[in-house]
């Protein structure tokens, strides 16, 4: 049985930084594409950031140059570093995780956590 986990939300003013984490379990977790999602309130699923398993990077233009995805194979962790927050950055960020080389559709991720909360104040 796959689990991902996410930890390490919470509140910070516009400008702070924050890093979200993903364990993984279950898994051969090297092998596949990791990415983060979030979902702000009102809106739905955006993908922001993903990870190939050989630590190639992709970043949305909307956290380009602020946000840092890096995975660790041997602990099965994928952790989000968010610099420059903003209030527009306010969701729940969720990892995931497909068996595709690289994709940004919610559809070909085969397994999500539940998610955790990042609150940006003005």
């Known amino acids: 049985q796959v689990q991902l986990q996410e930890s390490g939300g919470g509140s910070v003013q516009a400008g702070g930084s924050l890093r979200v984490s993903c364990s993984h379990s279950g898994h051969t977790f090297s092998t596949y594409y990791m990415s983060w999602f979030r979902r702000a309130p009102g809106s739905g699923l955006e993908w922001i950031s993903g990870i190939t398993s050989s630590g190639v990077t992709y970043y949305a233009d909307s956290v380009k140059g602020r946000f840092t995805i890096s995975r660790d194979n041997a602990k099965n962790t994928v952790d989000l570093r968010m610099n420059s927050l903003r209030p527009e950055d306010t969701a729940t960020y969720y990892c995931?995780?497909?068996?595709?080389?690289?994709?940004?559709?919610?559809?070909?991720?085969?397994?999500w956590g539940q998610g955790t909360h990042v609150s940006v104040s003005s």
């Open positions: 995931a995780l497909s068996s595709a080389p690289y994709t940004e559709y919610t559809d070909e991720y085969d397994y």
